[in-house]
């Protein structure tokens, strides 16, 4: 990007990868019931299958929400698709498939839902995942990208430096965040190397410090995963800009 980082301006409050508590995560399923409650703000984690074909899913391996075993990286997209990402939240949501990242997020696309994609490489396919996320998400947004219309364009974030690298090798028209559980004393220097426009960290180890430093330097400030009202207004009080949550029953997406 040529742009020098700036302040948030996206949606405030995210649906934790799409339902939070109140649905199975990273289905479409778990996507509808956030827009249910109102929410038009998403995260959600993309990974790649052994065909290269991402699909969005949190865990590198089976067992914990798709039924099955082995690894992602063991079966191909069509096959993914075809498991169950939903019975192991309740009987209601048996046969809930594994979406292809494709149609998940031109889904979300068409039914005027930010994204943010969190770039979740298997081990070992940090650099091809990073690189296949953001090519497709410019396509998906390349009318939005030449308008300079990049409020409506996602934000990739990721834990993987290789991941944010490839992306901005790769397609560096679509802005980046960092992800860091907790901010190295480098920080800023990692979110420089990748041309990164926000600091995404997880709220129980920020401090308003870290916070008013993060903001100083220009970036925009997101916390994961807030499911406190009372934590949320105070980290909202100490700068932070946006943060996702899984209790989308408690607090709604114009939560001040």
Known sequence: MTTLPGSWRYPRVLAHRGGGVLAPENTLAGLREGMRRGYRAIEYDIMLARDGVPVV????????????????FDYDAIELAAMDAGSWFAREHEGEPVPLFVEFAQFCKAHGIWMNMEIKPAPGYDIETGGTVARIAAALFADE????????????SSFSHLALASAREVAPEVPRAC??????????????SVEAIAIHTNHKHLTPA????????????FCYTVNDPVRARELLSWGVEAFCTDRIDLIKPDFA
């Open 57 to 72: 899913m949190h865990d590198p391996y089976l067992g914990r929400t798709v039924l099955g075993t082995g690894n992602v």
């Open 145 to 156: 990208i030449a308008a300079g219309d990049m409020a409506a364009v996602p934000l990739l």
């Open 179 to 192: 992800l860091m559980s907790e901010l190295a004393p480098d920080w800023e220097r990692r979110a420089q």
């Open 210 to 221: 870290l916070a008013r430093e993060v903001r100083a330097a220009g970036y925009g400030l």
